[in-house]
């Protein structure tokens, strides 16, 4: 009854906000419980202490307040990227960039150590000519606002000897404070001589690091937008101890059957948001690790690829926690999975205060997965009781086909089952002839308006 009870609350609630709310623009009437935890029931490396949650008997709490630190955060992306009054303009080819398929590296190099130094604010321009780099560092601190303008193309080195010093980057901005990446052009890691050397293409060969494509290491007031993201080496575009991040209007493309790109990689990253984005690729589209707290995407078209991913969390009996994701406005066809949560046996941490809202799929093999035996190996995994918990998940408005029979799975552990999972409004039918399943293993779960397929 008092389940009963809350839930009648959480409807009532949800018309209330949409009505009312001002930034139902950024969250579609999310689940707006807000429950003091614990000390102990919390990481603040991963998680703010106060957050949407679900009581560990499964009753909805407190679901009239909203959910403010999400709007507080959301404050810091208004900042993101502000210029300073007055602007120095740097153009590569001022440096010597020739732009005829020889090193550019070191002149572009120089422009932005010019660039960085001025106490003005700068703006690197790549003009629009093709430039092939070998690893490069941009590195900061600098001593004012810089934006990087690359209005032609940036290509990657196919040469893998200059790859010998760091064989797992290609381009790195590091420690930048009000940074802006955009122009409309176009940064290719040319992967293909990376991807025929793969352990995945062919496991006849030894498993060796590829440079991911674009790093950006411990920046904060950070833009990218306007880019077209293609052929990584290994990923994309990684966002990695960074802080107050907005993503728009990528384009991130490569082969279906390119090794480990994921298009857009989140390790230890707070408060971003990612737009407005075009992904297919031959891995995730987005992956959120470790760390990364306050992920917010929308408006993301998925495919080929791997779909959304929080995880993998928990190799090598780590210990990981990921929290306060949204994904708003998705539209996925033809991907593995849809939208996936996955943690290996003998981890532990949390993945908590998770959603999933108005999606779209379009013939996907898994469209919502939870996977808690999650075994990325040729060789069986060894069962192991630890687990990293996954908690306080919810997905609503998801509509569409699912490729193969089992549309809906949770596969978790037996002894951290999933809690407080919530699905609302969620109709998966499977694609062609037959009738889409639930599998549920260990998951504590309510339901609100049509579900369909149900566990069992």
């Not at 690893?135 to 990657?156: D, H, M, R, W, Y």
């Not at 990584?232 to 960074?242: I, P």
């Not at 999606?359 to 997965?369: A, F, R, S």
């Not at 996977?371 to 998801?398: F, G, H, L, W």
Request: net charge negative; glycine share 8%; proline share 4%.
């Amino acid at each position: 009854m008092a389940l009963r009870g809350a839930l009648i609350v959480y409807s009532f609630f949800t018309i209330f906000v949409s009505i009312i709310s001002p930034y139902n623009c950024l969250q579609e009437d999310p689940l707006n419980n807000y429950l003091e935890e614990e000390a102990s029931a919390y990481d603040s490396r991963a998680y703010p202490s106060h957050y949407s949650t679900i009581s560990e008997d499964g009753e909805f709490k407190n679901l009239v307040k909203l959910r403010s630190e999400v709007l507080i955060s959301m404050q810091a992306f208004s900042k993101v990227g502000g210029k300073s009054t007055s602007v120095r303009t740097v153009n590569v080819k001022d440096f010597g960039a020739i732009a005829v398929g020889g090193d550019d590296t070191e002149t572009i190099e120089k422009a932005w150590k010019e660039a960085c130094s001025s106490s003005e604010g700068a703006i690197v321009v790549v003009p629009h000519y093709t430039y092939r780099l070998k690893p490069i560092t941009f590195q900061g601190p600098c001593k004012s606002n810089i934006t990087l303008q690359v209005n032609g193309v940036i290509e990657a080195s196919d040469d893998l000897s200059d790859y010998k010093e760091d064989g797992r980057h290609w381009l790195v901005f590091d420690s930048i404070l009000n940074l802006q990446v955009e122009g409309g052009g176009i940064i290719d890691g040319n992967g293909k001589i990376w991807w025929q050397n793969s352990c995945k293409v062919d496991k006849n060969l030894p498993c060796k690091d590829a440079p991911t494509a674009i790093t950006f290491y411990e920046c904060q007031n950070l833009v990218v937008k306007n880019l077209k993201i293609q052929n990584a080496q290994q990923m994309h575009v990684s966002f990695e101890k960074s802080n107050g991040v907005q993503v728009s209007n990528l384009t991130v493309t490569s082969p279906e059957g390119s090794p480990n790109t994921d298009g857009i990689h989140v390790a230890g990253t707070q408060n971003i948001q990612i737009t407005d984005s075009v992904i297919g690729t031959g891995d995730d589209c987005i992956s959120i690790v470790s760390g990364s707290q306050n992920v917010q995407a929308s408006d993301i078209t998925c495919g080929p690829g791997h779909g959304i991913s929080i995880g993998s969390l928990g190799v090598h009996n780590s210990e990981d926690y990921v929290s306060g994701v949204t994904v708003n406005g998705a539209k996925f066809s033809g991907t593995t999975n849809g939208v996936r949560i996955k943690t290996w046996q003998g981890g532990s941490g949390s993945a908590r205060n998770i959603e999933f809202l108005n999606i779209e799929m379009n013939n996907v093999t898994n469209p919502i997965i939870i996977d808690q035996n999650y075994c990325d190996q040729d060789e069986p995994c060894e069962e192991q009781r630890s687990a990293v918990q996954v908690k306080n998940v919810v997905y609503k408005n998801i509509k569409g086909t699912g490729a193969s029979e089992v549309a809906i799975k949770f596969d978790c552990s037996k002894t951290y089952p999933c809690e407080g999972i919530l699905m609302h409004d969620v109709n998966l039918e499977r694609e062609g002839a037959g009738t889409a399943i639930a599998s549920c293993n260990n998951v504590k779960l309510a339901e609100l308006g049509v579900v369909s397929p149900k566990c069992p």
